[in-house]
């Protein structure tokens, strides 16, 4: 798979349900952040962890990162149909290259 | 919450003509950087500018792209010659430094550029 890449590609799921989205990457990181986007529109910033951090939440997501497996996952607990949207993941390399590579994104569909 | 600004949400524009697109970053932020997004495909990285001077640029952003700080606040992407190509979501992004640390990118709500 290429850096950032994201599992499922689509993933649909009833109001009050929890989402888990996967993200992989290949090389070695600085950081993770994940977006979401609205059809059409800008990217929000959801939240970023570190190489050195396991764990992080804000609010309903609770994002992990295992360096070791070069994997990421985005949790989102008591979805909402607000939360429908395209989650990506994008990594930072570091060494002085701040250049985020994004993958390709999970479409969220929550049903109301 | 302070934002990412961009002009003009739409642009439309005959092949071969300049477009400039404009962003304002956020204020206290020192980082900023271009990445476009053509219509089904990933979001790519383009350009990073920092203290008035490109850090960093993708193998996309070739001779018929510039970037420039004309003033405090504003920062923008020119296109040379547009092709059809180039018909994309084009997003500004900022970010804060802080020491070495790499921070969260903030990004703009993007530009639709179409060429025709």
């Known amino acids: 798979s290429q850096q950032g890449e994201e599992d499922p590609q689509a993933l649909s799921i009833q109001e009050g349900e929890n989402a888990t989205m996967n993200c992989s990457y290949k090389?070695?990181?600085?950081?993770l952040q994940w977006y979401r986007q609205n059809s059409g529109r800008g990217l929000v910033h959801l939240i970023l962890?570190?190489?050195?951090?396991r764990e992080k939440h804000s609010g309903r997501l609770r994002v992990t990162l295992d360096t070791s497996k070069k994997s990421s996952s985005l949790l989102i607990t008591a979805s909402r149909a607000a939360d429908t949207a395209s989650y990506f993941c994008?990594?930072?390399?570091?060494?002085?290259?701040?250049?985020?590579?994004f993958g390709s994104g999970t479409r969220l569909q929550v049903q109301p | 919450e302070p934002e990412v600004t961009q002009t003009p949400s739409h642009q439309v524009t005959q092949m071969g003509q300049e477009v400039i697109l404009r962003c304002v970053p956020i204020?206290?932020?020192?980082?900023f950087y271009w990445y476009r997004q053509i219509l089904g495909q990933k979001v790519e990285f383009l350009v990073s500018?920092?203290?008035?001077?490109?850090?960093?640029k993708s193998e996309i952003f070739d001779d018929q792209f510039s970037v420039e700080r004309p003033d405090g606040s504003n920062f923008t992407l020119k296109i040379r010659s547009t092709k059809l190509e180039d018909s994309a979501m084009y997003f500004c992004?900022?970010?804060?430094?802080?020491?070495?640390?790499?921070?969260?990118?903030?990004f703009g709500p993007g530009t639709r550029l179409t060429v025709l």
């Open positions: 500018f920092y203290n008035n001077e490109i850090s960093e």
């Open positions: 204020s206290n932020h020192l980082y």
């Open positions: 992004a900022s970010s804060e430094t802080s020491g070495g640390t790499y921070n969260e990118q903030f």
């Open positions: 962890i570190r190489s050195n951090e």
């Open positions: 994008a990594t930072a390399p570091g060494t002085g290259r701040r250049a985020l590579t």
């Open positions: 090389t070695s990181i600085n950081n």
